[in-house]
């Protein structure tokens, strides 16, 4: 069973004030009381499950969960952050990847979810800022002051630079106060890689290993000019990735997310035991060159491959100390949009995470 690779329809940002979610459960047809596992299940094409398609995972891991069927869905170029979020809500997908700052936003706004799997900590090569080549004038983080800064606002594209120009001692703009960088929020990296090109703007952020910058990088059009401490609330905190999950299709079937979660750890050890071949799955499967996919595998920015965190309290930890910090320092959105530690407790399934009664991680943390 090859999984049918479909086009997805344009979604509505998941932050959208005032969204109405959905509960459907990402399946064709609808769910029923009964926690017989659906037929088929809608995945999103990346990297890693492109990998896990090609090695059969997918077929195995989801076979013994009871599900004939995987559809990977492939994210138009034109979409919005966020859109992943939205489909999760309304049923179009059984699962979304997002970092914990817009999972948390997404989760404060009333997206029915639960997180599943939480990513290892960050590090200072995920989400750095960087300016054309071009540009001669802009070549530290200091020399952003009064400059202009456009990147999508519920992302790591915001929530790093966030971190690294308060310590800078030059923050961005925000709703409540201007700062000492002009801030403009660009939801499309299409549009921020030309804003940035263009002049139009100074600088962004932006994970590398995304396929909006990674050609551009490859190709000299960016430098480098700063990253996140490796003691900051980024990297440890906000910067992990999350997998999560429509609450009630966590709840009815355990069994198909512990299938989705085992096939990305055997596509995880698989692509870095096999590089080259996994390049050459990624590439054909996303239409993009080999030393694209080949980077998105070994940049150390990279997060479809990163191992996951064994605990749910550190997990929960994680998020707690993550929503402290931002808060601390004048994040505009979490002032008003703020859970509390049963919330939290609550965002992430213990059932999915060492001694849950779904990890795939034992004794070892190993998942297999």
Not at 329 to 337: A, C, P, S, T, W
């Amino acid at each position: 069973m090859k999984a049918k690779q479909a086009w997805a329809a344009r979604f509505a940002p998941a932050f959208i004030a005032g969204a109405v979610w959905a509960s459907g459960a990402a399946i064709s047809g609808a769910a029923h009381a009964q926690d017989k596992p659906p037929e088929s299940i809608n995945l999103q094409l990346q990297t890693w499950t492109a990998v896990a398609d090609a090695k059969g995972i997918l077929q195995e891991e989801f076979n013994k969960a009871g599900v004939k069927k995987v559809n990977l869905i492939a994210q138009s170029s034109g979409e919005l952050l966020g859109a992943e979020s939205a489909a999760v809500g309304g049923g179009t997908l059984a699962f979304a990847q997002r970092m914990i700052y817009p999972a948390f936003v997404q989760k404060a706004n009333g997206i029915p979810a639960v997180i599943v799997w939480l990513s290892e900590a960050s590090n200072r090569y995920r989400t750095p800022i960087f300016v054309s080549a071009a540009n001669k004038d802009i070549n530290t983080i200091a020399d952003l002051d009064g400059k202009k800064f456009g990147s999508s606002r519920i992302s790591c594209y915001w929530s790093a630079p966030f971190e690294i120009l308060n310590n800078a001692g030059i923050p961005l703009d925000s709703r409540l106060k201007p700062g000492r960088v002009r801030y403009e929020n660009i939801e499309s990296p299409a549009v921020a890689i030309q804003a940035l090109l263009s002049g139009e703007k100074d600088a962004t952020a932006g994970h590398l290993a995304a396929n909006h910058f990674t050609a551009a990088y490859l190709q000299g059009k960016f430098k480098l000019i700063g990253g996140p401490a490796d003691t900051g609330a980024y990297v440890n905190y906000a910067g992990r990735v999350s997998y999560f999950a429509h609450r009630d299709f966590a709840a009815k079937y355990p069994g198909v997310v512990k299938a989705f979660l085992l096939s990305r750890e055997r596509a995880r050890v698989w692509a870095t035991d096999h590089v080259d071949e996994a390049a050459a799955i990624v590439a054909k499967a996303l239409r993009i060159p080999e030393d694209v996919a080949k980077f998105q595998i070994t940049h150390l920015g990279q997060w479809d491959f990163m191992a996951g965190e064994p605990s749910a309290e550190a997990a929960r930890t994680a998020i707690k100390e993550f929503q402290k910090w931002y808060v601390a320092h004048g994040d505009d959105i979490l002032v008003d949009k703020r859970l509390d530690d049963t919330q939290i407790d609550a965002f992430i399934d213990g059932q999915f995470f060492l001694g849950g009664s779904h990890s795939i991680y034992g004794d070892k943390y190993s998942s297999y």
